[in-house]
């Protein structure tokens, strides 16, 4: 497992809730593609948020400066003029 992986596990091991009934979790891979290219361990920094239910969190259009790991509720993601 790659550094990258190994220390987001850990990040969030202690934030993960046991899974409910008739769910299963995504298999996660090996070497993520973001992982393969850091060449050494560097620090991540992470900035937990939680959302209210039917928050926007971004928009179509916006530039991408950060990544969002979704730890838990559920997300919708739709283009413009949709939904």
């Known amino acids: 497992m790659s550094h990258l ?10 934030k993960q809730s046991p899974a409910r009934e008739g769910t299963r979790e995504a298999p996660s891979p090996e070497s993520p593609p973001t992982a393969r290219r850091v060449s050494r361990p560097a620090p991540l920094p ?16 916006d530039p991408g400066e950060s990544m969002f790991l979704i730890t838990g509720g559920r997300v919708a993601v739709m283009r413009q003029g949709e939904g």
């Open 5 to 14: 992986a190994t220390h987001l596990r850990s990040l969030f091991a202690s």
């Open 46 to 61: 992470v900035w937990p948020r939680l959302y209210a239910p039917g928050a926007m969190v971004v928009h179509e259009g």
